[in-house]
């Protein structure tokens, strides 16, 4: 059974940082592309950073120099390390593997007061 399990969302105000984590069990760790993406009240889910098996990394341009992504093929996780956090970074964040097909874990809520 593939499960992806969220934690380390929260409530931080503007300029704050938080660091999420997202579990992987039940895949094949090393061969999955890792994705983190946000979904806002009303809007529709987007892509916000990408590690490849290989370690090939993007990220969508709102974040780029304020949130890094990193994979630990040991421990199965990856993480979303998000600093300068704004009040447009509030949404819940969502983990995914992909490989032959897309795992979703169930979200972590951020919120970034003003």
């Known amino acids: 059974q593939v499960q992806l399990v969220e934690s380390g969302g929260g409530l931080v105000q503007t300029g704050g940082s938080l660091r999420l984590s997202c579990a992987a069990s039940g895949i094949r760790f090393t061969t999955h592309t890792m994705d983190w993406h946000h979904q806002a009240p009303g809007k529709q889910r987007e892509l916000v950073a990408r590690i490849t098996s290989g370690g090939r990394i993007n990220y969508a341009d709102s974040v780029k120099d304020r949130f890094t992504i990193s994979r630990d093929n040991v421990k199965n996780t990856v993480d979303l390390q998000m600093n300068s956090l704004k009040p447009e970074d509030t949404a819940v964040y969502y983990c995914?593997?992909?490989?032959?097909?897309?795992?979703w874990g169930q979200g972590t809520q951020v919120t970034v007061s003003s």
């Open positions: 995914s593997a992909t490989w032959n097909k897309v795992y």
